[in-house]
């Protein structure tokens, strides 16, 4: 299976070809330096989780229109070919189970948060849920300076196009499912 790396670095270069965009203007988009924008698409940096979403909010595109691999119209997915990617030392860990598709507007995922594990995410674009469902473990959201904990076999909806933070506060290994719908 391709890196993820290789994918970012395809799709990337693809969607900035498409949209007739210099490296200058990705870079005054996203926040992301013109250097690194460069580096990613010629697959030399593996980016991380938070520079992957600076880089869709910037350019308004989901996140795994930049790690998606093109798909057929039926597929199991097996959990040991996902791309995973990880941030807080591989605390907080994602696998895109169902990247987003041009005429669905939504993508859904499954991460895995060690214990104390965190990750602090910025917004997303205007209008975007996050619908998570909590499977094995604790899990601490903030939004807007909220705080909500949910446990295993529970769920939570919030606007995620504003700041927010992933937090395991619990003893054991958390699961969960999220999903990020789009507006229309």
Request: glycine share 6%.
């Amino acid at each position: 299976m391709e890196e993820i790396h290789l994918i970012i670095a395809r799709n990337l270069k693809n969607l900035r070809e498409k949209k007739k965009l210099s490296l200058e203007k990705v870079s005054e988009l996203t926040g992301v330096s013109k250097t690194m924008i460069g580096q990613i698409e010629r697959g030399e940096s593996t980016p991380t989780i938070t520079t992957i979403w600076k880089i869709a909010n910037g350019l308004k595109i989901s996140f795994s229109t930049l790690i998606n691999i093109p798909q057929t119209d039926t597929k199991v997915i097996l959990r040991n070919d996902l791309q995973t990617l990880s941030e807080d030392n591989g605390k907080y860990r994602v696998y895109p189970n169902f990247p987003f598709e041009d005429d669905r507007r939504f993508e859904v995922y499954s991460v895995e948060i060690e214990k104390g594990g965190f990750l602090s995410a910025d917004a997303h674009l205007e209008g975007t849920e996050e619908l998570i469902t909590v499977f094995e473990g604790e899990l601490t959201i903030c939004v807007n300076k909220d705080e909500y904990t949910v446990r295993s076999g529970d769920s939570i909806r919030f606007k995620a196009d504003r700041p927010h933070t992933y937090h395991n506060s619990g003893e054991v290994l958390t699961r969960l499912s999220m999903i990020l719908y789009y507006p229309s």
